[in-house]
């Protein structure tokens, strides 16, 4: 039988390797994709949440699937934001890699 | 009498109907866009002070689970939609900087002057936001509109990177933000904010997965404020970003974060490691903040950094729950602020950003000049002007609270202040110019900046108003 808890074992696994790609990658479409699964990563638990909480008349609590629908879009339209940052950059520099955009420095 | 979503139903509209009108009219001048698009939000700013009343939210129902007009909400509407009229102001006269950076027909100005409406619609709606799903989805309107901006003068190589790591670090805030809301909703089973305060006011709690999900909240709130250690974005980004749009970050967006952390703060008021936990955000943010600014050499990292050590004060009225004292450093931060990223945008489109190029700027344009005075004397907090009786709220709250350690750490990054703020003044009246040149500025940015100056002076000597206003 799978459990709440399996499911936010799940999540907190896909967030960490989430924010480990983020952190440690070098290629800017390797972070967008790994930001990506962070937002994923809240889909699932916000879904495994909503899924065990039922009401008293059987029903789970739609609230949070709602949220999730909004999280996707969102996500959706950030990538396409995102994405056509990329393009300009990559036209200014044939470059998509975080070391090679260093000119602010402290 | 109105009621209060209509007033952002109007800002979008009016977003449209400009971009509509840009897309088909091609042959006019694009500054008429700007022009139309400060007339519609100023009627809308007359509109604000005629909004009806609307159930509390304790019997809320429908849209009013999601949505609350309070008087703190009315008034920062006020606030973003006048933010954004004087960030308008300012990109008419950034308008050169922008044409240069898109060579050929299409000039780019058009969406330059009608992104920022969209924005302040968000953040109208953020500052009414009382349900996650609400704060989550307008704070993304204003997080999104702002990658467009950042990153719109997109020829210039230092704008892309700007706007390349404000883009990866605000995503990734998204992300905490998201899953801490997904914990909260776990432990509580609610997104609206007023019945999550019930649901942790009964003891079956639990308190360590409410605590876990409201720290990455706070991870997420705390990119939007710049606080420390989630400050690294700041520097580049204002640095890179168009002028204009620096000033629209830094009061803008500082300030719905401000008003959706005091928000989300008053249910969890309860847990006391969340105290702990803000005492040691503000002091850190005080101190790196003022530190850093010390040597820098360029004026916009310098207010940069400068915005870093306001995030600190603010922190200080936000430890201790004093809303008013928040609210009004956010409005003497509003006019100290634009004033000097007002200077600061005619000025560097005649010599540049560094404080070198304002050498001698008294002799050059003494009206610029006296500006950036007041506007950096009041950031520095000296006496009659608004930003010391800013501070003097928050310091004064804080004494009350017997939070002696932020009194301290605070007064005396207030003598660091004092130095790098003071400097800028140095360059301007003591400093031989190195070349004598009239500045012109356009009428409409004499009277804005000469209504920023007033204002300055108005509420450092005479607050009265503002506190009415909050009170009421």
Redesign the interface.
Do not use: T
């Given at each position: 039988m799978i459990t709440l808890g399996d499911y936010?074992i799940v999540?907190g696994i896909l967030?960490a390797i989430?924010?480990a790609g983020?952190m440690l990658r070098r290629n800017?479409i390797i972070?967008?994709m790994s930001?990506e699964l962070?937002?994923n990563?809240?889909?699932l638990?916000?879904v495994a949440?909503?899924r065990f909480?039922v009401s008293p008349a059987g029903l789970p609590?739609y609230?949070?699937q709602?949220?999730v629908f909004?999280?996707i879009t969102?996500a959706a339209?950030?990538v396409a934001?995102?994405l056509a940052?990329?393009v300009?950059?990559f036209r200014?520099?044939q470059t998509t890699d975080?070391k090679d955009?260093?000119?602010?420095k402290? | 009498m109105i009621t209060a979503p209509l007033l952002e139903v109007g800002v979008l509209v009016l977003g449209m109907v400009i971009l509509m009108f840009e897309a088909f009219a091609t042959k006019i001048d694009k500054r008429i866009l700007a022009f139309a698009a400060i007339a519609g939000l100023a009627i809308v700013l007359v509109a604000t002070f005629f909004v009806a009343p609307v159930p509390s939210p304790n019997q809320a129902t429908g849209f009013w689970n999601f949505y609350t007009v309070d008087r703190l909400s009315v008034f920062f509407k006020q606030f973003a939609l006048l933010t954004t009229i004087l960030v308008l102001i300012m990109m008419i006269d950034y308008a050169p900087a922008v044409r240069s950076s898109f060579p050929g027909a299409h000039d780019g100005l058009g969406e330059f002057f009608t992104v920022p409406i969209f924005t302040c619609a968000g953040l109208m709606y953020l500052v009414s936001a009382i349900d996650f799903i609400f704060i989550f989805v307008s704070l993304e309107l204003v997080t999104i509109s702002f990658y467009v901006l950042v990153s719109f003068t997109r020829k210039n190589p230092v704008t892309l990177e700007a706007g390349v790591k404000y883009l990866v670090l605000s995503a990734l805030s998204t992300a905490f933000l998201v899953y801490g809301i997904a914990w909260i909703f776990g432990v509580t089973g609610q997104t609206n904010l007023q019945r999550i305060t019930e649901a942790l006011a009964t003891p079956s709690t639990d308190q360590s997965a409410t605590l876990l999900g409201m720290v990455l909240v706070l991870v997420a709130l705390g990119f939007k404020i710049a606080a420390v250690p989630f400050q690294i974005w700041v520097p580049d980004v204002y640095q890179g970003a168009p002028t204009p749009v620096t000033a629209y970050l830094s009061v803008g967006s500082k300030a719905a974060g401000f008003v959706v952390l005091l928000r989300v703060l008053r249910p969890f008021a309860t847990l006391p490691q969340m105290q702990r936990l803000l005492v040691l955000i503000a002091l850190l943010t005080l101190i790196y903040g003022n530190l850093a600014a010390l040597p820098q050499g360029n004026l916009k990292r310098l207010l940069a950094y400068s915005s870093i050590a306001h995030t600190g004060y603010l922190l200080i009225g936000v430890v201790c729950l004093d809303s008013n004292a928040v609210v009004f450093y956010l409005v003497a931060y509003l006019l100290m602020t634009h004033l000097s990223f007002a200077v600061l945008v005619i000025v560097a489109q005649q010599t540049g950003e560094q404080i070198a190029d304002f050498d001698g700027l008294a002799k050059r344009s003494p009206f610029l000049a006296f500006a950036m005075l007041i506007g950096m004397v009041s950031l520095a907090g000296v006496p009659f002007t608004a930003g010391f009786l800013g501070k003097f709220f928050i310091f004064y709250a804080a004494i009350l609270q017997r939070q002696i350690a932020l009194v301290v750490i605070g007064v005396i990054t207030v003598g660091c202040g004092f130095y790098y703020y003071l400097k800028v003044v140095r360059a301007m009246y003591w400093q031989p110019a190195a070349k004598i040149d009239n500045i012109s500025v356009s009428t409409l940015s004499r009277i804005a900046i000469g209504a920023l100056i007033a204002a300055t002076i108005w509420l450092g000597v005479y607050p009265q108003p503002i506190l009415d206003a909050l009170k009421r």
């Open positions: 936010l999540s967030f989430g924010f983020v800017l972070i967008l930001l962070m937002l990563a809240a889909n638990s916000l949440f909503s909480r609590n609230n949070a709602v949220f909004f999280i969102v339209a950030e934001v995102g940052i990329l300009a950059l200014a520099r975080v955009i260093s000119e602010l402290f | -």
